[in-house]
């Protein structure tokens, strides 16, 4: 049974730090793609981050490069995402997911969307004051 448990969010000042977990379960995360995701009220989901091991990648989206670092665990079978210099745009539900997909799997390379995504976590609240 796939599942992926998000946590770690909460309320931070701006310029602060947060780290968020992705407890995976089920499937081998090294084989495919891990996403991190956030939705802010009224908008669409949104792809921030991407880390996979065949072959291995990474990506960020332009508005958390520099600021977010994506990384795992792999004897833990959990995905982090640490978060620096957040802003009060960052807040948002974050969500990671799983691409168990053949053609997926490059993180460079793929699409970033949550429509590429077939498993996810529950979401966890993170909120940056100003």
């Known amino acids: 049974d796939v599942q992926l448990q998000a946590s770690g969010g909460g309320l931070v000042q701006a310029g602060g730090s947060l780290r968020l977990s992705c407890a995976t379960s089920?499937?081998?995360?090294?084989?495919?793609?891990i996403g991190w995701f956030r939705q802010a009220p009224g908008k669409e989901r949104e792809g921030i981050s991407c880390?996979?091991?065949?072959?291995?990648?990474?990506y960020y989206a332009d508005s958390v490069k520099g600021r977010f670092t994506i990384s795992t665990n792999n004897a833990k079978n959990t995905v982090y995402l640490q978060m620096n210099s957040l802003k009060p745009e960052d807040t948002a539900v974050y969500y990671c997911?799983?691409?168990?997909?053949?053609?997926?799997?490059?993180?460079?390379?793929?699409?970033?969307?949550?429509?590429?995504?077939?498993?996810w976590g529950q979401g966890t609240q993170v909120t940056v004051s100003s």
């Open positions: 997911a799983a691409d168990l997909s053949a053609y997926g799997r490059d993180c460079t390379t793929r699409a970033h969307t949550k429509y590429e995504y077939d498993y």
């Open positions: 089920g499937f081998s995360f090294d084989d495919y793609a």
């Open positions: 880390i996979s091991y065949s072959p291995s990648s990474l």
